[in-house]
């Protein structure tokens, strides 16, 4: 049986929310929940709603609607606000307490919403609400930007898809392997996403969560990586592979490369590539079989790698070590 997630909608008929210059937080999160269903069922999960029209239930009824589902986890989508327009801007993530699954995908989601562009204001507990007290399976209410925040809502209506696709990815890496992490076999991706993906990666010894160990292979989960030997301009997309550079120079060569990313949508990469790149990496986004894939440095050496990826690590990155020789990824 697939997983049953229960999307809420913050809000509905007379109570609008939070306000902004006609702006209602209760259409902006309706609209949203659609894409977000959307994105989750073509991961393969059922999806339920508290409400699909502009009709009001109390906290507490969502609560018992959600519970009624039978629905494994509870996602409840809202828009903040502050007293002063623009005050504050950005992401963040409630939940009753920081521990267990509903911890892990609360960041996940944050991380992921960073990724389009939301500064990330964190996990905040909250004890108080309804649809987190009242609620007997995992829940969670993301707060998707500042409603009276001008910069937040420019993204949230011009990168709305990328937003609902965000958090979808932002759940399903908490649930199950993503492919971004380390797996077993390159047929995941194909299995989980309706992708091909050529790339061969390391057998995984276990590795989960953001904070993982490296595995016996030197194949960690997690990383980012400062200034390898390869360097890469900022709006430079590499189209099936690695730059021409290395291809015409070091075909005879094993080289290392750190995998940090897969992505389904190229601003998405391009915009981790950028945040590399600013960073001091030297980050290339290459497609490969309909995947955008972004990725570190090109060392002789797996030490290198290693060591790069140890940095990349440190910075909460989860990221996989590849081979390149002959013209083709390992």
């Not at 390869?230 to 060569?253: C, L, R």
């Amino acid at each position: 049986m697939a997983t049953k997630i229960i999307l809420d909608p913050g809000h509905g008929g007379y109570d609008a929310g939070a306000s902004y210059e006609g702006r209602r937080e209760k259409d902006d999160v309706l609209n949203l929940a659609f894409d977000v269903a959307a994105n989750l069922r073509r991961l393969g999960y059922e999806v339920e709603f508290t409400r699909t029209d502009d009709v009001y239930d109390s906290p507490n009824e969502k609560a018992r609607i959600g519970n009624a589902s039978g629905a494994d986890y509870f996602i409840s989508l809202h828009r903040n606000s502050s007293a002063t327009p623009n005050q504050y801007e950005g992401v963040e993530t409630l939940v009753y307490s920081d521990t267990g699954t509903k911890a892990d995908m609360a960041r996940n989601i944050n991380s992921r919403l960073e990724d389009v562009g939301f500064k990330n204001l964190g996990v905040d507990v909250r004890k108080d609400l309804a649809v987190l007290r009242r609620t007997r399976m995992p829940a969670l209410l993301l707060e998707v930007g500042f409603i009276n925040n001008e910069g937040d809502n420019e993204l949230f209506d011009a990168r709305r898809a990328e937003i609902a696709e965000a958090i979808a990815v932002g759940i399903d890496e908490t649930l199950r392997p993503s492919v971004s992490a380390v797996v077993s076999n390159h047929d995941f991706v194909n299995d989980v996403y309706g992708y091909q993906t050529s790339m061969p990666v390391f057998a995984d010894t276990g590795v989960s969560g953001q904070n993982a160990e490296m595995s016996d292979d030197m194949t960690g989960q997690n990383g980012n990586t400062p200034n390898g030997s390869m360097t890469v301009p900022n709006d430079n997309m590499q189209n099936g592979g690695v730059t021409d550079n290395i291809q015409q120079s070091q075909d005879e060569q094993v080289i290392y490369q750190i995998l940090v990313s897969l992505f389904r949508n190229l601003a998405m990469a391009n915009y981790k590539m950028n945040q590399l790149i600013n960073s001091g990496f030297d980050a290339t986004a290459n497609e490969v079989d309909g995947l955008y894939q972004v990725r570190v440095g090109a060392f002789e050496t797996i030490e290198e790698a290693v060591m790069v990826q140890e940095q990349l690590r440190n910075r909460g990155y989860e990221t996989l070590i590849v081979t390149y020789q002959d013209g083709e990824i390992r």
